[in-house]
T-cell receptor, first 112, second 114 residues
Framework: AQKVTQAQTEISVVEKEDVTLDCVYETRDTTYYLFWYKQPPSGELVFLIR??????QNEISGRYSWNFQKSTSSFNFTITASQVVDSAVYFC?????????FGKGTMLLVSP | EAQVTQNPRYLITVTGKKLTVTCSQN?????MSWYRQDPGLGLRQIYY???????DKGDVPEGYKVSRKEKRNFPLILESPSPNQTSLYFCASSYRGTNTGELFFGEGSRLTVL
């Protein structure tokens, strides 16, 4: 069975600091997808990124960047120059074909 | 506007009183799924449906039922709710399966069972 581990339960930073959220997964599949979702205090789940197992290129979107390393089964998420609005719970998730398995989430608190 | 709509958003009920949480999507998606979110446990899948009349158990199906009679609707039924089903529930849908693109989530339904 697939497993997603987000070892950091909670991270606190001061605004403008860079922060990296770790995600490690376990699988025997060769084809799979990895996701990151953001859950702000309002509670909704916001899709951030989807990456397939054959694409190890890093991706950058504004202040967000993702580092996918198949060799270490990791899909880490970095926020550069964090802002108070980044405060949220962030979930990493793994997908086969019919199920999406989530990590337990990392709560990020960005203080002014 | 493309969306997944859940109702009710908030509900307080008592043990044993049957309830249904509705979920509807307007994107003609084949795949729909229910998750529950509990502190420290993340989101766990309850049931999913690959298409009409096709449903399968997720990781935590005990105490829940679902049906998929129409493509757009995927209600979650608690026949006899118990306090351990107090949770935040999310319905989600996608075009086909969980690897074909973004999984769209509803806004969540917060259920309290006394």
């Amino acid at each position: 069975a697939q497993k997603v581990t987000q070892a950091q339960t909670e991270i606190s930073v001061v605004e403008k600091e860079d922060v990296t959220l770790d995600c490690v997964y376990e699988t025997r599949d060769t084809t799979y997808y990895l996701f990151w979702y953001k859950q702000p205090p309002s509670g909704e789940l916001v899709f951030l990124i989807r990456r397939n197992s054959f694409d190890e290129q890093n991706e950058i979107s504004g202040r967000y960047s993702w580092n996918f390393q198949k060799s270490t089964s990791s899909f880490n998420f970095t926020i550069t120059a964090s802002q108070v609005v980044d405060s949220a719970v962030y979930f990493c998730a793994y997908s086969g074909y019919s199920t999406l398995t989530f990590g337990k989430g990392t709560m990020l608190l960005v203080s002014p | 506007e493309a969306q997944v709509t859940q109702n009710p958003r908030y509900l307080i009920t008592v043990t044993g009183k049957k309830l249904t949480v509705t979920c509807s999507q307007n994107m003609n998606h084949e795949y729909m799924s229910w998750y529950r979110q509990d502190p420290g446990l993340g989101l766990r899948q309850i049931y999913y449906s690959m298409n009409v009349e096709v449903t399968d158990k997720g990781d935590v199906p005990e105490g829940y039922k679902v049906s998929r009679k129409e493509k757009r609707n995927f209600p979650l039924i608690l026949e006899s709710p118990s306090p351990n089903q107090t949770s935040l529930y999310f319905c989600a849908s996608s075009y086909r399966g969980t690897n074909t693109g973004e999984l769209f989530f509803g806004e969540g339904s917060r259920l309290t069972v006394l």
